[in-house]
């Protein structure tokens, strides 16, 4: 089994800025990939940003220019470094990790998610 445990999130003002972290634990051998996903009250769950092993960053448009997505390998943590922060990314953040299990089976996992309020 995986499990990720995330830490960062609390109450900001609007442009402030936060930092995730999140952790894996477990069963994390071929990782494929990490990052973040974010659900908002009333909406569906988003991407956010994910990191591949050797590839590039992939980001949601609406965060682009303002959160960075990085890894410590060594460490099996994934962090989203968030900026300029506005009231539209109030959302849990999810933790998110994609990997190959059993060498054939692209498997996610979750995080319990923590919350970002933007708000002045």
């Known amino acids: 089994q995986v499990q990720l445990v995330e830490s960062g999130g609390g109450l900001v003002q609007p442009g402030g800025s936060l930092r995730l972290s999140c952790a894996a634990s477990?069963?994390?051998?071929?990782?494929?990939?990490m990052g973040w996903y974010r659900q908002a009250v009333g909406k569906e769950r988003e991407l956010v940003a994910t990191?591949?092993?050797?590839?590039?960053?992939n980001y949601a448009d609406s965060v682009k220019g303002r959160f960075t997505v990085s890894r410590d390998n060594a460490k099996n943590t994934v962090f989203l470094q968030m900026n300029s922060l506005k009231s539209e990314d109030t959302a849990v953040y999810y933790c998110?990790?994609?990997?190959?299990?059993?060498?054939?089976?692209?498997?996610?996992?979750w995080g319990q998610g923590t919350q970002v309020t933007v708000s002045s």
């Open positions: 998110y990790l994609q990997r190959l299990r059993a060498g054939v089976f692209r498997t996610n996992y």
């Open positions: 477990g069963s994390i051998d071929n990782i494929l990939k």
């Open positions: 990191i591949p092993n050797g590839g590039s960053t």
